[in-house]
């Protein structure tokens, strides 16, 4: 059934079938994969922030969105697929802690959201199914012979989209 490929968190690496590819603990943080369906072939990032303009620290590309899709976007076209026939899945970007005084403003797993959703549009990804939000963390695995993602969170029913 091959490897079981971790992708740590601000972490990203690619699989080839008969592999698979996980990473544990998303709570505000995003797992993308991308994919192409004609390829056994995915990416898969673990992004822990929308945008890497609000750090200081700019060293590990996958930390933020808008420098973690580009960069695994450029290894998967090193291993020879296309961006223009990448297909995306994503979970996580949930709300994690309540914060007294709260204001209205997005949680960070909600701007990591929306970060991750548009910049798939700007690259004209097609975002094929997500899980994000709540209030629970979630380990998810992508198979990429099926494309389906495994998604495991603790009390809850195991599901795949």
């Given amino acids: 059934m091959g490897e079981l490929i971790r992708v740590g968190m601000a972490d990203m690496n690619i699989c080839r079938a008969p592999d698979r590819i996980t990473t544990l603990g998303l709570g505000s943080c995003i797992g993308l994969v991308l994919f192409d369906i004609s390829h056994a072939v995915c990416g898969m990032i673990h992004i822990m922030l929308p945008d890497s303009s609000i750090s200081k620290v700019r060293d590990n590309p996958a930390k933020f969105a808008d420098t973690g899709i580009e960069e695994l976007i450029k290894k998967l076209e090193r291993a020879g697929l296309r961006s223009s026939s990448l297909c995306a899945k994503m979970a996580g970007g949930a ?34 199914s997500l899980d994000c939000g709540g209030t629970y963390g979630r380990t998810i695995e992508f198979d990429p012979i099926t494309y389906r993602l495994k998604i495991r969170a603790i009390g809850r029913q195991e599901v795949y989209i």
Avoid: C, H, T
């Fill in 95 to 128: 709300k994690m802690f309540s914060v007294s005084g709260d204001n209205g403003a997005l949680s960070i797993g909600e701007r990591n959201a929306e970060a991750v959703k548009n910049i798939l549009k700007q690259r004209n990804i097609p975002l094929i």
